[in-house]
């Protein structure tokens, strides 16, 4: 009898919708055999910001509403859940989820916390900057955490052991997905194309919507029905290692091949190598196939030995950012907001701070920047445009900087706020902000560096620590 893994993609980054979950926990609860609902909530920019206590504290509200709506649905079920909550403090996150299940009369669900991917538990900051970095932080720059990539088997084995919920830290986002695989399959870890079906089906569902039709939305060019209800998908994977995508039952957007195709290539660097911690997955031969309407199956995948290192990603105090902005409208706005730019340039010279400057009008030049000055850049529009109609006539101009010094930062910001009066003339709606700066570095980390265990909420008899270097 052929044996269907289905595991739903529950979020796509920390901020993602609810109600797209919900939708998918639903559906999940409409079958039998393996299920799993996962979420990717941990992205390189997360991990940077749960550095501020203040962005910590409003991401875990974030996974806290999320939770609230779809823990019932799943323990009532006996679907599991799995979440790289755990980027702060996995423990504390795992004591607040049983918490929540309490307060909303849920069963007290069985917690896996799977532990380290935070180096700083184990190594020397001097062994860890020794590694080998994209880029050297500068000088004065503090490492102020150092997560490892961890693979897909920690989780399996959480599963194994009966987890109603496992909590991770940093994993690769596929691990998400190829962990229940693994499991329920009973892969080994030499199973190289089985690993690749699991990382790839990983992959495909890691960004919610995306594969749903969310960015790949382009009206006119690539139309997508009833996006504001666009649902996240669906990947069933057989034991015969092809993968079936499809969105939750009920919710807008679409699973076309085009959907699939553009998240199949999504960061994609080497399409014959793509590297994970526990495979290198080739996409260079893999098929894509509608079946019907949203429904795409995927097959082909084949895998490589995984690789000798891991990869880490450091992030560093780097000081003070800040942005300032104001707005012009009316007649003539964008040469008052050049106007505007100049004076600021201006001023900040008479500072002698020695502080980098960047400005841009958004909407004209922003974006994309400009390798020539703004004034250039924006001059040239015009001459290339003309007079025509419809060319801005309400600009927001916007000037950023850094600095070591909080104080250095708020001086310059102060310039803008003071051309409410100083001119040029119909400036308005300054909004500035402050806040701190943090880099990141990518690392090659020795397995043998990294050492993963297995946390129970609820031990039993039989319960064992999981060890594996990498």
Not at 26 to 40: C, I, K, S, W
Not at 235 to 251: H, N, P, Q, W, Y
Not at 385 to 391: K, R
Request: proline letters at 5%.
């Amino acid at each position: 009898m052929t044996t269907r893994l289905m595991v739903g993609g529950g979020a796509g980054f920390a901020g993602d919708r609810v109600d797209a979950a919900l939708a998918v926990a639903q559906d999940l609860a409409t079958h039998t055999g393996p299920r799993y609902l996962v979420f990717e909530t941990l992205a390189e920019r997360t991990l940077a910001l749960s550095q501020d206590p203040i962005a910590r504290g409003e991401r875990e509200q974030m996974m806290l509403r999320r939770l609230r709506v779809v823990l019932p649905v799943c323990l009532e079920a006996g679907i599991p859940l799995i979440g790289n909550f755990g980027s702060w403090n996995p423990e504390q996150t795992a004591e607040k989820i049983v918490s929540l299940c309490a307060e909303l009369g849920c069963r007290i669900p069985r917690v896996a916390i799977v532990t380290g991917d935070d180096l700083l538990e184990h190594c020397s900051v001097e062994q860890i900057l020794g590694l080998d970095l994209d880029a050297q932080p500068e000088t004065d720059e503090q490492l102020t955490s150092a997560n490892v990539y961890l693979g897909a088997f920690p989780i399996a084995q959480a599963l194994d052991q009966g987890a109603d919920l496992v909590i991770t830290g940093r994993v690769a986002d596929p691990a998400l997905v190829l962990g229940p695989m693994i499991s329920t399959f009973g892969l080994a870890e030499t199973d190289w194309d089985a690993l690749a079906c699991g990382t790839l089906a990983g992959h495909l569902i890691e960004c919610g919507a995306q594969i749903c039709g969310g960015y790949f939305a382009d009206p006119g060019f690539k139309d997508v029905p009833d996006l504001a209800s666009v649902g996240f998908p669906i990947v069933e994977i057989s034991d015969t290692f092809d993968c079936l995508i499809r969105k939750a039952a009920g919710t807008g957007g679409c699973v076309t091949e085009r959907t699939v195709i553009e998240q199949l290539l999504y960061e994609i660097h080497d399409p014959a190598a793509y590297l994970t911690p526990d495979v290198v997955l080739d996409i260079s031969g893999v098929s894509v196939t509608e079946l019907g309407a949203d429904r795409v199956r995927v097959s082909h995948a084949r895998g490589k030995p995984r690789p000798d290192r891991l990869k880490a990603t450091l992030c560093f105090n780097a000081g003070w950012i800040g942005e300032a902005e104001i707005s012009y409208a009316g007649p003539n706005a964008i040469s008052r907001a050049r106007l505007a730019i100049d004076i600021i340039r201006a001023r900040a010279a008479r500072l002698d701070a020695g502080l980098p400057l960047r400005c841009d009008l958004v909407g004209v030049v922003s974006a994309f920047g400009c390798k020539a000055g703004l004034s250039d850049s924006i001059t040239q529009l015009q001459t290339s445009l003309g007079a025509l109609p419809g060319w801005p006539e309400d600009v927001r101009v916007r000037v950023a900087t850094l600095a070591p010094q909080r104080e250095r930062v708020a001086e310059l910001l102060a310039e803008v706020e003071a051309l409410y009066t100083t001119g040029p003339a119909g400036g308005g709606g300054v909004r500035t902000s402050i806040h701190r700066r943090i880099t990141t570095a990518a690392a090659a980390v020795p397995r043998d560096l990294v050492s993963t265990a297995l946390v129970f909420s609820k031990p039993l008899e039989g319960d064992r620590d999981v060890r594996i270097s990498g």
